[in-house]
């Protein structure tokens, strides 16, 4: 079954935030400790991420256009609205910050060489070993964000299901048509992008700059588009 790695890991992000719900309810001074350690964890994630690339350039290319592009349609400003309405329908009061929760914990879940690879291992082999590992990963790491960050990090889990199944489903005819070097290429600066958004999530973790993160997740699809222009030229 091309998807069970794929489910598991979904499953286990959603427990994750489960088990951080109950743990949620500590001293707000030690919340604000944790989240500032947490922050400067992410910070250095993003940053050990972000130095892989092999083309600086592509990187700034790729955070520009996708800032120029991410603030033209003002991403952040209508996530924070579906966030507020997404608060209201669960019951809460509107103003606990689901969308900062769903990117950060989106991001940090979806970039990196893992989810790509675990996902063509499940959909070419049936292997599903990396997605497993990286599932017990992702759910602790929920379970942690949800106890600063709240219940919105449970939405995470959707663009989980739907990035991984797409790479499992279409795996075999992703590893006939896009040559190998391509493929690393891609996952390389892929994860060099997203470190630097990462980076930038740390940065309003711990308060340093308010960075409309959001925003800049165009990037991440314009680096799909820059890597097979270059590669072929």
């Known amino acids: 079954m091309a998807l069970l790695g794929t489910i598991v890991n979904a499953l286990l992000i959603i427990i994750g935030v489960i088990v951080g719900s109950f743990l949620s309810k500590i001293p707000e001074s030690m919340k604000d400790t944790v989240m500032k350690g947490i922050g400067l964890t992410v910070m250095v994630l993003g940053l050990s991420m972000g130095i892989k690339s092999n083309n600086f350039l592509i990187v700034i290319i790729c955070i520009v256009f996708g800032a120029i592009l991410g603030e033209l349609m003002d991403l952040d400003g209508k996530l924070n609205t579906l966030g507020t309405w997404l608060e209201k329908k669960i019951g809460g009061n509107g103003t606990s910050n689901i969308s900062q929760a769903f990117v950060t914990a989106t991001l940090i879940f979806v970039i990196g060489a893992m989810a790509v690879i675990g996902a063509l291992d499940s959909g070419i082999r049936g292997d599903h070993q990396v997605l497993y ?64 958004m990462i980076f930038a999530i740390g940065m309003n973790l711990i308060g340093i700059l308010k960075i409309k ?3 800049l997740l165009p990037g991440l699809l314009i680096t799909a588009i820059i890597v097979p222009i270059l590669y072929f030229l």
């Open 213 to 215: 993160v959001a925003n």
């Open 133 to 196: 590992t990286k599932g017990m990963i992702d759910g602790f790491t929920a379970a942690i964000l949800t106890t600063t960050l709240g219940i919105g990090v449970i939405f995470s889990s959707v663009p989980v299901f739907i990035y991984q199944g797409l790479i499992a489903l279409f795996a075999t005819q992703i590893n006939k048509l896009v040559p190998e070097a391509l493929l690393d290429s891609f996952i390389m600066e892929l994860t060099a992008v997203g470190g630097i």
